[in-house]
Nanobody, 120 residues
Framework: QVQLVESGGGLVQAGGSLRLSCAAS????????MTWYRQAPGKQRELVAA???????DYADSVEGRFTISRDNAKGRVYLQMNSLKPEETAVYYC??????????????WGQGTQVTVSS
């Protein structure tokens, strides 16, 4: 079974930076698109940034130019560098991956989430 584990969340002041990391583990033939989502209290989960296994990226308009998504295919990791953070970006950040598993076929896998709190 493929699992995703996020790390790197925490408390930061407005204007500060954080780097989130997500590591995939388990038996996977390939990991395709990896995506970061976030969900603020009382709001719907929203896409923050995505990256294909070929390195093509996509960002929410609200984070374009401030956040950078990257991945290390050899290690099965995806990263999210977040700069110039704003208080309204306080949320639980989730890692998501489209995976082809040797044992289970195509799967959409979610991590447990990591809390990011931006103080004003």
């Amino acid at each position: 079974q493929v699992q995703l584990v996020e790390s790197g969340g925490g408390l930061v002041q407005a204007g500060g930076s954080l780097r989130l990391s997500c590591a995939a583990s388990g038996i996977a033939f390939s990991i395709n698109t990896m995506t970061w989502y976030r969900q603020a209290p009382g709001k719907q989960r929203e896409l923050v940034a995505a990256i294909t296994n070929g390195g093509n990226t996509d960002y929410a308009d609200s984070v374009e130019g401030r956040f950078t998504i990257s991945r290390d295919n050899a290690k099965g990791r995806v990263y999210l560098q977040m700069n110039s953070l704003k208080p309204e970006e306080t949320a639980v950040y989730y890692c998501n991956a489209d995976v082809l598993s040797i044992t289970d076929g195509y799967l959409e896998v979610w991590g447990q989430g990591t809390q990011v709190t931006v103080s004003s």
